[in-house]
């Protein structure tokens, strides 16, 4: 089960995020990503929010999908940069990735 910790923002910003908070979860980004895949990257800013690191830890693969195409960064209606929190959090995995 995965564990909810509202801290986890904070512990993202020497990763360089610091605008997840904006997101108000419209969608657009999901709607908009060349990807179309299961939500990205509205989902994932999601467990951003709500500090779901088993989560993004577990999804970690779906990162690495990311074309940094900028679509989501130019149509979010909130400032919340999806894009460059795709890239922060590419850094928060491999600065804390282990193996099992
Ligand atoms: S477009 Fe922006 S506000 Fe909407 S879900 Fe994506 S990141 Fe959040
Ligand atoms: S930058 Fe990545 S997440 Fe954003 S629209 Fe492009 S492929 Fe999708």
Known sequence: MARI?????????PFGED?????????TCAAICP???DHFPRKIIR????????RILEHSRDLWQCLHCG???QTCPRGANPGEIILS????????WRRS
């Open 5 to 13: 910790e509202t801290a986890f923002i904070e512990d993202m910003k």
């Open 35 to 37: 990807l179309v895949s």
């Open 47 to 54: 467990y951003v929010q709500i500090g779901a690191k088993d």
């Open 19 to 27: 605008v997840a908070a904006a997101c108000f979860n419209c969608g």
């Open 89 to 96: 959090l590419k850094r928060y995995v491999v600065a804390n």
């Open 71 to 73: 679509l989501c960064t």
